[in-house]
């Protein structure tokens, strides 16, 4: 099984500021299989990005992943109040999925 | 519109057998490509992915909850089930259904999620 491991845990960020999130494979993931989404307390997670770069209907251009293999990055420009969140990464093989553990981006 | 809805027991006791129900609307299962997954979230912890139940009756399990899980459908209500057995303190969690389809194999709609919490 494949594990997802985000970095950092917590990210103490100002609004306006810029976020950067990473997820480490523990073994190379296919791009096109590999999500990030966004979670509110109470809320059902969103999808952001998926296929690694692709952003989801109705995302904002702020929020744009990068990265191949074993290491993804998610990328939050100018930080929203409404950004401040759990975000985890998600990667699908061989019929199962697997989540990171998240990172939670918090307003300092 | 795109919607799944959880409905079940907030409480069960040790031991017993957890069904879930997930009532689709705005699709269908029995479209090729379609797939219902359920995924749970402990209190406060991270997601994890519990089953999978494809258009073509295909059903994929944690391997890791397998011997526990069992996912279906009721095609003419819409619905899809999950039974967890022999349920324990540890399986206190938020249950998601969520919808994958064709070659997008994220998860692009979500229920709103249902809190069964394991006690006596």
């Known amino acids: 099984e494949i594990v997802l491991t985000q970095s950092p845990g917590t990210l103490s960020l100002s609004p306006g500021e810029t976020a950067t999130l990473s997820c480490r494979a523990s073994?190379?993931?296919?791009?096109?299989?590999f999500a990030w989404y966004q979670q509110k307390p109470g809320q059902a997670p969103r999808v952001l990005i998926y296929?690694?770069?692709s952003r989801a209907t109705g995302i904002p251009d702020r929020f744009s992943g990068t990265g191949s293999g074993t290491d993804f990055t998610l990328t939050i420009s100018r930080l929203e109040p409404e950004d401040f969140a759990v975000y985890y990464c998600q990667q699908y093989g061989t019929s199962f999925w697997t989540f990171g553990q998240g990172t939670k981006v918090e307003i300092k | 519109q795109v919607t799944l809805r959880e409905s079940g027991p907030a409480l069960v006791k040790p031991t017993q057998t957890l069904t879930l129900t997930c009532t689709l609307s705005?699709?269908?299962?029995?479209?090729?490509?379609?797939?219902v997954s359920w995924i749970r979230q402990p209190p406060g912890k991270a997601l994890e992915w519990l089953a999978r139940?494809?258009?073509?009756?295909?059903?994929f399990y944690s391997i890791s909850l397998k011997t526990r899980l069992t996912i279906s459908k009721d095609t003419s209500r819409n619905q899809v089930f999950l039974t967890m057995t022999n349920m324990d303190h540890v399986d206190t969690a938020t249950y998601y259904c969520?919808?994958?389809?064709?070659?997008?194999?994220?998860?692009?709609?979500w229920g709103q999620g249902i809190l069964v919490t394991v006690s006596s």
């Open positions: 296929g690694a770069s």
């Open positions: 705005g699709f269908s299962l029995t479209t090729s490509g379609m797939r």
């Open positions: 969520a919808r994958t389809r064709g070659y997008q194999y994220y998860f692009d709609y």
């Open positions: 073994q190379s993931v296919s791009s096109t299989y």
């Open positions: 139940l494809d258009w073509d009756d295909d059903e």
